[in-house]
């Protein structure tokens, strides 16, 4: 493997970080790395707040169930998907826009999915660590108005970065067979089997946190329970009508 696959291959979610602070012009070399990513026609639906004022990181660490680590990080960031930006542009420039649609809404996802990709991977090679923040969305209103989101943009997650202060395995992903599928799709009943097992054994020996669980059982919840069901209504009010 070459170290770019090396590199990917080692990530992991870091959730407790050192007092050291990534320099300015580092971040700012992250987020160009973002911003290299792929995108959808160009149309770069995408949003960046850096989170700096301490009390309303300690406020957006509540409003994600309380993820300390959002206050303790060196930086964190909101990446926000944004149709705002595209569709003025487009206006000024003479169109009859049409606001709200649902491929609008996923193409401003994806976007900053892909930023955001970029903008990992790219602070991994600088020894950084990170951590995905999707409780951004448990409390999305709230989120908006601390960050004054305007109509048509909207917060898809947040991303803690610093300097690791802890070790912890990389965690086991399922096995390619599970997810390439030649031609048609096919089931992976065996495959999600094995991986069940896998996991257990990797929950029981990680040097953190162990118990006695599954893949597919820790999936349950996910499905026995309506997750955030306010995101639809929450997305229409940002403007997104899902036409």
Same mark, same amino acid.
């Given at each position: $493997?070459?170290?770019?696959? !090396? ?13 050291r602070?990534?320099?300015?012009? *580092? ?83 994806? &976007? ?13 090679? !600088?020894?950084?660590g990170?951590? #995905?923040?999707?409780?951004i ?16 943009? #909207?917060?898809?997650?947040? *991303?803690?970065?610093? #300097?690791?202060?802890q ?14 599928k030649?031609?048609?799709?096919? &089931? ?10 896998? $996991?257990? !054994? ?28 306010? $995101? ?9 009508e $899902?036409?």
């Amino acid at each position: $493997m070459n170290p770019v696959i !090396e590199l990917l291959n080692a990530h992991r979610s870091i959730r407790r970080f050192t007092d050291r602070k990534i320099a300015p012009e *580092l971040l700012r070399e992250l987020i160009q790395a973002g911003q290299s990513a792929a995108t959808s026609s160009h149309v770069q639906a995408y949003s960046v707040i850096h989170v700096k004022n301490p009390a309303n990181r300690e406020t957006l660490a509540e409003l994600a169930g309380g993820q300390d680590y959002i206050a303790t990080c060196s930086d964190f960031l909101v990446f926000c998907a944004d149709m705002k930006r595209p569709a003025e542009a487009a206006e000024r420039a003479g169109a009859d826009a049409t606001r709200g649609m649902t491929e609008q809404l996923l193409v401003a996802s994806v &976007d900053a999915a892909l930023m955001a990709q970029n903008v990992v991977v790219a602070a991994e090679s !600088e020894g950084l660590g990170i951590c #995905y923040i999707g409780g951004i969305r448990n409390n999305p209103q709230a989120v908006s108005d601390l960050l004054r989101l305007p109509e048509h943009v #909207y917060p898809v997650f947040g *991303l803690c970065l610093g #300097y690791p202060d802890q070790t912890p395995e990389v965690k086991p992903r399922l096995p390619v067979e599970a997810i390439l599928k030649e031609d048609y799709y096919r &089931d992976d009943q065996a495959q999600v089997d094995a991986f069940d097992a896998t $996991m257990r !054994e990797y929950y029981q020996a990680r040097s953190s946190t162990q118990k006695d669980t599954t893949w597919s059982q820790n999936l349950m919840p996910l499905f026995e329970h309506k997750v955030r069901p306010h $995101m639809r209504d929450f997305l229409i009010s940002r403007g997104f009508e $899902m036409k």
